[in-house]
């Protein structure tokens, strides 16, 4: 979605749902690899620890932010060239994808994840209130 000059990744009162051929069967913790903290993990811990604070913009950034070991001076103009163009958004993102978590944006497009075996996941995906889409698929049909 683009707002003016500046892109964004945010949903409003949506919930994506777990991709169609996603392997597992329920929420599973993203672990490291190589002693090197992933993308997925990287997301897990910042929506886990904070529940409904942070937008999908303020997650995809802060990681590529801690990747790139941007200092907090150089936030504000990094985040304006990092949204100056498309970013992939939560639909793709390997919490959805491959491990098994449901992302929930909230009216204020702030986001929480629930795993797919969870009772609330089940309650937004029922709910006729939110916008559903699933996540993006890791094979080609």
Do not use: W
């Not at 903290?37 to 995809?60: C, F, G, R």
């Amino acid at each position: 979605m683009k707002k003016g000059n500046i892109y964004t990744t945010n949903y409003i009162v949506t919930f994506i749902e777990v991709a169609e051929d996603t392997k597992v069967s329920c929420g599973t913790k993203p672990t490291s690899k190589a002693n090197k903290k992933t993308i997925a993990e990287m997301q897990y811990e910042m929506i886990v620890n904070n529940p409904y604070k942070y937008t999908s913009d303020d997650i995809l950034f802060q990681v590529f932010a801690d990747r790139n070991d941007l200092t907090k001076a150089e936030y504000k103009q990094a985040r304006e060239q990092f949204f100056a163009k498309g970013q992939a958004c939560f639909r793709a993102s390997p919490l959805t994808k491959t491990y098994g978590f449901g992302v929930h944006a909230d009216s204020n497009g702030n986001v929480a994840i629930y795993g797919m075996e969870t009772e609330q996941y089940e309650k937004l995906q029922n709910d006729p209130k939110l916008k559903k889409t699933k996540a993006m698929r890791k094979s080609k049909r």
